[in-house]
């Protein structure tokens, strides 16, 4: 039982993440980035593209809270590429952002995923739970 209780105070403490966005409107297109929900993308660099443009039209650096506004000069396709360093490497997210001509977000892509990661993250424990103890309970036959 004491190996059930270190077990679950050790898991407690594993997290996964990556790094997720979401675009919305304002007095400009405000752009957040977080890699969990408490935790921003804090000084993430962010580029926004202008269509199929190879200069960025922008070039910068989110807020300290993951957060970024742009005024489009134009309605349009804009491409977003974000890329925020981690203690294991750099997640990188790219992302188009249609603006229509009343310079309001007609679409943005959101990954399916992002909606149910909480979720699915919880049915990987529970397998992973059970996973353990039908190994430990199939070694205890074995002796």
Do not use: W
């Amino acid at each position: 039982m004491k190996f059930f209780v270190a077990l679950a105070f050790i898991c407690s403490f594993l997290f996964s993440h990556g790094l997720f966005y979401e675009a919305k409107e304002g007095k400009a297109i405000i752009i957040n980035a977080n890699f969990t929900k408490s935790v921003p993308a804090a000084y993430a660099k962010i580029e926004i593209f202008e269509g199929d443009s190879a200069l960025a039209f922008v070039n910068s650096r989110m807020d300290n809270k993951g957060s970024f506004a742009f005024l489009p000069q134009s309605a349009g396709t804009y491409n977003v590429k974000i890329t925020a360093s981690s203690d294991h490497g750099d997640h990188i997210k790219e992302f188009k952002i249609d603006v229509a001509n009343d310079f309001e977000i007609a679409k943005f892509e959101e990954p399916v995923f992002q909606k149910y990661f909480g979720v699915l993250s919880t049915i990987g424990i529970i397998f992973g739970i059970f996973g353990v103890l039908s190994l430990i309970k199939s070694r205890k036959k074995d002796n």
